[in-house]
C-alpha cells in the first residue's frame, strides 16, 4: 500500500487548495484552513491503520496470535498446544521410624521458586496407595522417589538436575525433595512460525504417498522434535529400490518403543500402497567438551561456569537429527554466555578442534562437559 504520513496528506490539502484558489490561501497554525485540512488528515490516518488491519489478519502469512489460530480454525486446523515437564523426585527424611505419606497434589518447586510441579498418581509404584491417595514411606525407608509433573506447561519446566530442592507446605515425617535427573518433556506452545511451516507441510500432505505428506504425518506425532527420511536405501546404507526410512527423534535418549510405534502408525496413514519402510531412533553420536575460560576481574567463576554450561547444554539440545556440529558456534555460546567472560582460550570437541559432520541417521548428544 502507498501509506502516506500525517504530514504529507496535510501538505497534500495544502497544495490541493492552494492550486485551485486564485489569490494566497492562509494556512498557518491555528488557520481555519490548516485546521480542517488536520482534521482531515487525522481521518486519513486512521482509516489508513484500519485498512492494514485488515490486510494483516485477512492473510496467515502476516497475522500472528490469536488472529492466525482463528484464520487457520477454518480449515480445522489447530495450533499445538504446550505440555508440562514430567520427571521424578526423591523425597527423604531425618528419622525413618514412622508412616510418612506423600498425597497426591503435593507441590515442590525450584530453589528460585520459579517453577512449580505437583506429585502425580503411578500405579505401577509400590508405595502407592489408593486408599490413602499417595505414595507411602513405611517405617525404616529413608527415601522414596515419585513421580510429578510441572503446573505450568511449557520449557521453563525442564529443570536440571539439583534443582527441585524445596517442599511446598509441610509433609509430616518428611524433611527433604530433590531431582537426581532432569526434568523433560516441557514443550511451549507452537510458535507462530511452526504452525505457519505445518499448515503448509499439511496442504501437501493432502495429495498423499509424497515425501511432504510422509513429513507432515510425522511431525503430526506429539513430542517430535526432528527427523529425516532417506529412500531407496536402508538403514545400513545399501541400495533398495521402493523402501524408505524415517528416523525421528523426541528428545529422550533413546526414544521409547512407543514413541515409535507412534510414528509408525502415522506413516502408515500416508505411505504409498506396497511401499515398504522402517522407522528407527537416531544413532547417538556422544561428543565430550572441554572448555577453559578467563573471566573479568570480580565476577564470580563458580556462577559463570554455570551460565556457560547451561547454555551449551541448551545449544546441544537444540541440534536436530543430521545436524553437524559447529566449533565455532560453540565458542560463540561460550562468550554469550555471560558479559564476564573476557576470553575462551581452550575449546575442545571431542578431544580436537574442529567440526563434527554426522550422516542423516546420527544425532550429536553432549557427553561429558568440563568448563574450568
Same mark, same amino acid.
Given at each position: 500500500?502507498?501509506?502516506?504520513?500525517?504530514?504529507?496528506?496535510?501538505?497534500?490539502?495544502?497544495?490541493?487548495?492552494?492550486?485551485?484558489?486564485?489569490?494566497?490561501?492562509?494556512?498557518?497554525?491555528?488557520?481555519?484552513?490548516?485546521?480542517?485540512?488536520?482534521?482531515?488528515?487525522?481521518?486519513?490516518?486512521?482509516?489508513?491503520?484500519?485498512?492494514?488491519?485488515?490486510?494483516?489478519?485477512?492473510?496467515?502469512?502476516?497475522?500472528?496470535?490469536?488472529?492466525?489460530?482463528?484464520?487457520?480454525?477454518?480449515?480445522?486446523?489447530?495450533?499445538?498446544?504446550?505440555?508440562?515437564?514430567?520427571?521424578?523426585?526423591?523425597?527423604?527424611?531425618?528419622?525413618?521410624?514412622?508412616?510418612?505419606?506423600?498425597?497426591?497434589?503435593?507441590?515442590?518447586?525450584?530453589?528460585?521458586?520459579?517453577?512449580?510441579?505437583?506429585?502425580?498418581?503411578?500405579?505401577?509404584?509400590?508405595?502407592?496407595?489408593?486408599?490413602?491417595?499417595?505414595?507411602?514411606?513405611?517405617?525404616?525407608?529413608?527415601?522414596?522417589?515419585?513421580?510429578?509433573?510441572?503446573?505450568?506447561?511449557?520449557?521453563?519446566?525442564?529443570?536440571?538436575?539439583?534443582?527441585?530442592?524445596?517442599?511446598?507446605?509441610?509433609?509430616?515425617?518428611?524433611?527433604?525433595?530433590?531431582?537426581?535427573?532432569?526434568?523433560?518433556?516441557?514443550?511451549?506452545?507452537? =510458535? /507462530?512460525?511452526?504452525?505457519?511451516?505445518?499448515?503448509?507441510?499439511? @496442504?501437501?500432505?493432502?495429495? +498423499?504417498?509424497?515425501? $511432504? *505428506? %510422509?513429513?507432515?504425518?510425522?511431525?503430526?506425532?506429539?513430542?517430535?522434535?526432528?527427523?529425516?527420511?532417506?529412500?531407496?536405501?536402508?538403514?545400513?546404507?545399501?541400495?533398495?529400490?521402493?523402501?524408505?526410512?524415517?528416523?525421528?527423534?523426541?528428545?529422550?535418549?533413546?526414544?521409547?518403543?512407543?514413541?515409535?510405534?507412534?510414528?509408525?502408525?502415522?506413516?502408515?496413514?500416508?505411505?504409498?500402497?506396497?511401499?515398504?519402510?522402517?522407522?528407527?531412533?537416531?544413532?547417538?553420536?556422544?561428543?565430550?567438551?572441554?572448555?577453559?575460560?578467563?573471566? =573479568? /576481574?570480580?565476577?564470580?567463576?563458580?556462577?559463570?561456569?554455570?551460565? @556457560?554450561?547451561?547454555?551449551? +547444554?541448551?545449544?546441544? $539440545? *537444540? %541440534?536436530?537429527?543430521?545436524?553437524?556440529?559447529?566449533?565455532?558456534?560453540?565458542?560463540?555460546?561460550?562468550?554469550?554466555?555471560?558479559?564476564?567472560?573476557?576470553?575462551?582460550?581452550?575449546?575442545?570437541?571431542?578431544?580436537?578442534?574442529?567440526?563434527?559432520?554426522?550422516?542423516?541417521?546420527?544425532?550429536?548428544?553432549?557427553?561429558?562437559?568440563?568448563?574450568?
Amino acid at each position: 500500500m502507498n501509506i502516506k504520513s500525517f504530514r504529507d496528506l496535510v501538505g497534500d490539502q495544502v497544495i490541493a487548495l492552494q492550486s485551485r484558489a486564485r489569490g494566497l490561501v492562509d494556512v498557518s497554525i491555528g488557520s481555519i484552513l490548516r485546521s480542517l485540512a488536520e482534521s482531515n488528515a487525522g481521518v486519513v490516518m486512521w482509516l489508513q491503520q484500519l485498512i492494514v488491519k485488515l490486510l494483516v489478519t485477512t492473510r496467515a502469512s502476516t497475522c500472528s496470535g490469536e488472529d492466525l489460530d482463528s484464520w487457520m480454525a477454518d480449515f480445522g486446523f489447530y495450533r499445538e498446544a504446550a505440555t508440562a515437564a514430567v520427571g521424578q523426585v526423591v523425597f527423604g527424611r531425618f528419622t525413618a521410624s514412622v508412616q510418612a505419606v506423600i498425597t497426591i497434589g503435593t507441590e515442590v518447586k525450584t530453589r528460585d521458586g520459579s517453577q512449580l510441579y505437583s506429585v502425580v498418581p503411578d500405579t505401577g509404584n509400590a508405595a502407592f496407595n489408593n486408599e490413602l491417595n499417595g505414595y507411602v514411606m513405611n517405617p525404616g525407608v529413608s527415601t522414596l522417589l515419585v513421580p510429578v509433573r510441572a503446573i505450568r506447561a511449557g520449557s521453563p519446566g525442564n529443570a536440571l538436575a539439583g534443582m527441585v530442592t524445596v517442599i511446598t507446605g509441610a509433609i509430616p515425617f518428611v524433611d527433604t525433595v530433590n531431582n537426581t535427573s532432569p526434568m523433560t518433556g516441557g514443550n511451549d506452545a507452537e =510458535s /507462530d512460525p511452526d504452525f505457519r511451516a505445518r499448515f503448509v507441510r499439511w @496442504i501437501a500432505s493432502l495429495a +498423499r504417498g509424497t515425501r $511432504a *505428506a %510422509l513429513e507432515y504425518a510425522i511431525s503430526t506425532v506429539p513430542g517430535c522434535r526432528s527427523w529425516t527420511l532417506t529412500e531407496n536405501q536402508t538403514l545400513e546404507g545399501l541400495h533398495k529400490p521402493g523402501y524408505f526410512f524415517a528416523v525421528v527423534d523426541n528428545g529422550s535418549d533413546p526414544p521409547s518403543r512407543q514413541f515409535i510405534e507412534q510414528v509408525i502408525l502415522a506413516i502408515e496413514g500416508y505411505r504409498a500402497f506396497t511401499i515398504v519402510y522402517g522407522v528407527f531412533p537416531p544413532i547417538i553420536h556422544s561428543i565430550s567438551v572441554t572448555a577453559a575460560i578467563s573471566i =573479568s /576481574d570480580g565476577a564470580v567463576k563458580q556462577a559463570v561456569i554455570a551460565l @556457560i554450561e547451561a547454555a551449551l +547444554r541448551q545449544y546441544f $539440545a *537444540a %541440534l536436530r537429527i543430521g545436524q553437524s556440529l559447529s566449533y565455532t558456534q560453540l565458542i560463540r555460546v561460550t562468550y554469550a554466555a555471560s558479559p564476564e567472560v573476557t576470553n575462551v582460550t581452550l575449546m575442545q570437541v571431542g578431544g580436537g578442534k574442529a567440526d563434527v559432520n554426522v550422516s542423516l541417521i546420527q544425532l550429536i548428544k553432549l557427553g561429558d562437559l568440563r568448563v574450568e
